[in-house]
């Protein structure tokens, strides 16, 4: 069940764990959400220089290197054997502070560290706000790989302040709405309409539209998450865009952030949608346009032979078929097993008319 009071979304969890999340909190707060002595901040450099003033005081910090390239093993290692030099025990609590990256690594390290502590995330970053530090899911990427090792756990808190958005590059900060729009197309249609008609105030980050989105985005995939926290079922549509987003971003080497490579995803989603006739073209249009309109690509030139090689390797793939989501109008989606032959006719197709 989620309960809202003001700010603040509790996961409840169906094993009776509760997650809290904090939406608008202030980072001036992050204190009140620690109770334990030991307190560790792991980071990156860049976020380092320019929140370390809101640090407790009484916490260590550790860096890891920024980078997706870093989300590895090495890394996780390598943060441990500091976490052993520095003591941190299974009283400790660990906090990542930081973008989507920090967030997948601290809640994976704090899960395995002395097989689990405490820990909490302040995503710094859109996606890492709407996305990545809601949900459970931790872990680091191998050889390339993305995701390919980590864990199911949820956090003991989030603490999301929207003034950490104001340094953050415009261009992150884009990607990140390709996660928010894709909330508004799975489940709540009028979420999406509000997204459309204010577009301009939420790219120059208007105050009250920022937490409208994020508080929004948070509550939808939490809402989805508690209910299918393992990805059996409903949790597979929060996966919009990303079958075909996530082969873009392999293929794009490093040039396509995450969001901008699921804008593309999203894009061919609603194409497939529409010749499958679950979605008008007015439709189709209509969702084209705001990721347009938000700066993020729409169009990509790989070619469908290396999209489909990529996803053949996706560890999403069950057997021989895909469990690929579609729009079904605007503001619903649905789950559809289909072939890898059935998808390869769709892509092409979707790619001739985009
Ligand atoms: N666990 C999940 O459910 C989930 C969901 C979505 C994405 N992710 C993961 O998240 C990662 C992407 O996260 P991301 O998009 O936040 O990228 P990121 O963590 O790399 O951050 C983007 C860049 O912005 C910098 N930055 C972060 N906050 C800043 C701020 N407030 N001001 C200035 N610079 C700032 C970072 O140092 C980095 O250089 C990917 O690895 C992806 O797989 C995980
Ligand atoms: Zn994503």
């Known amino acids: 069940m989620?309960?809202?009071?003001?700010?603040?979304?509790?996961?409840?969890?169906?094993?009776g764990r509760e997650s809290s999340i904090l939406i608008g909190e202030s980072i001036e707060n992050l204190s009140n959400c620690l109770n334990s002595e030991k307190v560790f901040i792991l980071t990156n450099p860049n976020i380092s220089d320019l929140y370390s003033d809101y640090f407790p005081k009484n916490a260590k910090v550790i860096t890891m290197p920024a980078g997706e390239a870093n989300k590895n093993l090495n890394t996780v290692l390598d943060t441990v054997r500091q976490l052993i030099a520095a003591e941190a025990d299974r009283?400790?609590?660990?906090?990542?502070?930081?973008?989507?990256?920090?967030?997948?690594?601290?809640?994976?390290?704090?899960?395995?560290?002395?097989?689990g502590t405490k820990f909490g995330f302040v995503p710094t970053t859109l996606m890492a706000q709407v996305d990545a530090s809601v949900g459970g899911k931790n872990g680091v990427n191998c050889d390339g790989y993305k995701n390919m090792i980590?864990?199911?756990?949820?956090?003991?808190?989030?603490?999301?302040?929207?003034?950490?958005?104001?340094?953050?590059?415009?261009?992150?900060?884009?990607?990140?709405?390709?996660?928010?729009?894709?909330?508004?197309?799975?489940v709540d249609g009028s979420f999406f309409a509000y997204i459309e008609d204010n577009i301009d105030a939420i790219l120059k980050q208007d105050k009250d539209m920022i937490y409208v989105i994020v508080n929004k985005s948070?509550?939808?995939?939490?809402?989805?998450?508690?209910?299918d926290e393992k990805e059996t079922g409903e949790r597979k549509k929060l996966n919009l865009g990303h079958t075909f987003g996530h082969a873009i971003e392999k293929h794009s080497n490093n040039t396509l952030l995450h969001g901008e490579a699921v804008s593309v995803g999203l894009v061919i989603a609603a194409k497939i949608s529409e010749l499958l006739n679950l979605i008008t073209s007015e439709d189709f249009v209509r969702i084209k346009n705001v990721l347009q309109k938000t700066g993020l690509p729409v169009?990509?030139?790989?070619?469908?032979?290396?999209?489909?090689?990529?996803?053949?390797?996706?560890?999403?793939?069950?057997?021989?078929?895909?469990?690929?989501v579609l729009n079904s109008g605007i503001g619903n989606s649905e789950i559809r097993e289909m072939s890898f032959d059935k998808?390869?006719?769709?892509?092409?197709?979707?790619?001739?008319?985009?």
Do not use: W
């Open 299 to 324: 169009a990509t030139d790989i070619s469908p032979a290396n999209l489909l090689e990529a996803i053949g390797k996706d560890k999403k793939r069950e057997s021989d078929a895909v469990h690929f």
């Open 218 to 227: 948070v509550e939808i995939k939490a809402n989805i998450v508690k209910a």
């Open 2 to 15: 989620i309960k809202q009071s003001n700010n603040k979304l509790i996961l409840k969890l169906p094993d």
């Open 343 to 354: 998808l390869a006719i769709l892509l092409k197709k979707a790619l001739e008319t985009l």
């Open 91 to 115: 009283k400790s609590v660990i906090v990542g502070f930081g973008g989507g990256i920090v967030c997948d690594m601290t809640g994976f390290i704090a899960s395995i560290y002395m097989r």
């Open 150 to 186: 980590g864990v199911f756990n949820q956090p003991d808190f989030v603490l999301c302040d929207p003034k950490t958005l104001k340094t953050l590059p415009e261009r992150e900060f884009k990607a990140g709405m390709a996660e928010v729009i894709k909330c508004g197309l799975i």
